[in-house]
């Protein structure tokens, strides 16, 4: 039961902040500037965006889940589950950041899904 | 003038540290997790003691600075790209991990498993083969 809450932790506060990530990276804008002195520049910038500090707490929340996680199952079995998230960040695109999600895109989405089950059912 | 030909090299570039450093990330942490628990014998450790353990493993510290790698190269790519271009770029890392879980860990990685990870990378391409950009922002 523990493990199946961890796991939704991973996936549904992981997609939600690598949403709000996304969008908080939108609003900053293209980076076109590599160079070490500029990309310290804008980390105040980055920081000002809301959405980065929804973020960064959401998927602080799943890394730790994972950490849980890991200390009990092996990595093999534990990243590929969190591809759900796959289906939890279409839908997230489609709701949140207004993206257009084709049935093609649905079409893999359920490849994805299909993998993890296989992975599920082919635990050693 | 950034041409289509730099916005891709760019995006690729980026998107190659995630393949590297996210897998190569997420394996230090369940091998430094692992010892965690291994030299751990007895009863469970508490909250405070579960802490010291992860803050004084070079393992672990390694695994997460290769997130924080993988975590930059992240948020840099998707201030240019999709978030639903960007997801499906980790494809190549679930493929990644059964391969660092399988020769370094020295997990066992049944051929069920094998395939699951195959159909993953399939349904990742298929989504990664739709338009990159859908919103029309400038």
Known sequence: MLALVLYLLIIGAGTGGELCV?????????????????????????????????????????????????????????VPVTALSYGAGA?????????????????????????????????? | MKTSADLHFKTYLLICLMVIFGPLGNVLLGKGMKQMGASSAGPPLGAVGFVFHVLTSG??????????????????????????????????????????????????????RWMGVILICCGVLVVGHTPPRTTDRG
């Open chain 1, 22 to 78: 996304a969008r908080a990276m939108k609003a900053v804008g293209e980076v076109k500037d590599f160079r070490p002195s500029a990309l310290l520049a804008l980390i105040p910038r980055i920081l000002r965006v809301p959405w980065m500090w929804a973020g960064v707490a959401l998927m602080a929340t799943a890394f730790f889940s994972l950490l849980a996680v890991l200390s009990k199952e092996n990595v093999s079995l534990v």
């Open chain 1, 91 to 124: 839908l997230g695109g489609r709701l949140f950041l207004g993206e257009q999600v084709t049935p093609r895109r649905w079409a893999g989405v359920l490849l994805v899904c299909s993998g993890v089950a296989l992975v599920i059912v082919g635990r050693a």
């Open chain 2, 59 to 112: 393992t672990i510290w390694l695994g997460i600075g290769s997130l924080l790698t993988f975590f930059v190269a992240y948020m840099l790519v998707l201030s240019w790209a999709d978030y639903s271009y960007v997801q499906p770029a980790s494809a190549a890392a679930y493929g990644m991990v059964a391969l660092l879980a399988h020769f370094i860990l020295r997990e066992v990685v049944t051929p069920m």
